[in-house]
C-alpha cells in the first residue's frame, strides 16, 4: 500500500533514484529545503513499503490578484512505479491545496516541449497549453507552460492561450 506524506529532510539522502530519469530536473540540496520550510504543503512523497520512495511532487504558490496560482516545481515517479496513477494522485494533492487552502485561481507548471508523454498525461488531468516559452530549458529547448483553471477562476480567463510564444525574460516571477 503506497503512502503519501510530507517530504521531510531525510528524503534527500533517499530520492536520487526518482531523479535519475533524464527529463527529472535535479536541483541542490538548499532549493529542496527552502520548499520543505515555505511551502510544506506543496511538498510531498509517494512511499512503497519499506520505505522505498517512489515519487514526488514539490510545489509552492505564488503571484498576486487574479494571477495567485499553484505552481508545480517538480513531479516525478520512478520508473518501476509509473503507470499506478501516482503522478495523479500527487497532482491532485496539490492542486486541492491551491484550490481549497490557498483559494488559488489555477496550476501552473512548466514541461519540455518534447516530453509528449508527460503533455499528454497533463492534459489527461484537465491541463491546457497556455504558452511556448522559447528556449526555456539550458537556453536550447522549449518549454511548455500547461495550466489548470481552479474554482475561483470561474470564467476560465487563467487558461485562454496567449496567441504568441514568450522568452524566459517575459516571464513573471514572485
Known sequence: MTTIRRFSCNDLLRFASVNLDHLTETFNMSFYMTYMARWPDYFHVAEAPGGHIMGYI???VEGQGESWHGHVTAVTVAPEYRR?????KLMNLLEDVSDKIDKAYFVDLFVRASNTPAIKMYEKLEYVIYRR?????????DGLDMRKALSRDVEKKSIIPLKRPVTPDELEYD
Open 84 to 88: 499506478q496513477q501516482l503522478a495523479k
Open 133 to 141: 516559452v522559447l528556449r526555456y530549458y539550458s537556453g536550447e529547448e
Open 58 to 60: 514539490m510545489g509552492k
